[in-house]
């Protein structure tokens, strides 16, 4: 794995409390990004981050926050947790952009967290 | 419609046979396709990817595009059960914060 740990690894949380999943780097790379992953929607984007405090929506934004106060760290929260937000959350870094025919901008994943909300 | 469509499958072959995964895309701007795998209970890794259209090879892999039908290939040669795995598909969000777009992923389970 390219240095992305994600924590906790697995959780079980009640609906309604808030919880929040923290992904750390240590490859010092700009872009950071959440995603959660569901039998047959594949990964879909929740949040990402541009750089410290850049943060902007995906395309399943509601009821989730993040936060970048670190390049190394991005918080992912569930405000109130439901059901539906049972999930594997993964976390993902990449460098920069697409940049030519001979190279292309990797997105590297973390190992995931499994979330089940009761 | 989704953006980008794939079979999820699963796909059971056996040992040996060649492999063909499928995905099709509906935003002609894409230019930049890749092929995650992914092992279970683990995150997606890069494993292909090509620009614009064309075919790619490395080793027993072969990724191919054709923009002209908005149609993706990944072909495995001499299918082995450490292929077993699901493959993704991803294409650039064509943005600037270099969103990826992914399919479902197809589950392939190569048999001894």
């Known amino acids: 794995d390219a240095g992305i740990t994600q924590s906790p690894r697995h959780k079980v949380t009640e609906t309604g409390t808030p919880v929040t999943l923290r992904c750390h780097q240590t490859?010092?790379?700009?872009?950071m990004y959440w995603y959660r992953q569901d039998p047959g929607h594949g990964l879909r984007l929740i949040h990402y981050?541009?750089?410290?405090?850049?943060?902007d929506k995906g395309e399943v934004s509601d009821g989730y926050s993040v936060s970048r106060s670190k390049t190394e760290d991005f918080l992912l929260t569930l405000e109130s947790a439901t059901s539906s937000q049972t999930s594997v959350y993964f976390c993902?870094?990449?460098?920069?952009?697409?940049?030519?025919?001979?190279?292309?901008?990797?997105?590297?994943f973390g190992p995931g967290t499994r979330l089940t909300v009761l | 419609q989704k953006e980008v469509e794939q079979d999820p499958g699963p796909l059971s072959v056996p040992e040996g046979a060649i492999v063909s995964l499928n995905c099709t895309y509906s935003?002609?701007?894409?230019?930049?396709f890749m092929w995650y795998r992914q092992y279970s209970r683990k995150g997606p890794e890069l494993l292909m990817y090509?620009?614009?259209?064309g075919n790619k090879e490395d080793g027993r892999f072969t990724a191919q595009v054709d923009k002209s039908s908005k149609y993706i290939s990944l072909f495995i040669r001499d299918s082995q059960p450490s292929d077993s795995a699901t493959y993704l598909c991803?294409?650039?969000?064509?943005?600037?914060?270099?969103?990826?777009?992914f399919g479902s992923g197809t589950r392939l389970l190569v048999r001894p």
């Open positions: 993902a870094i990449s460098e920069s952009g697409s940049i030519g025919v001979d190279s292309v901008n990797e997105q590297f």
């Open positions: 490859e010092n790379h700009r872009y």
């Open positions: 981050s541009y750089g410290v405090k850049d943060t």
């Open positions: 935003n002609s701007a894409f230019q930049y």
């Open positions: 090509t620009y614009s259209s």
């Open positions: 991803a294409m650039d969000g064509m943005d600037s914060s270099y969103k990826l777009i």
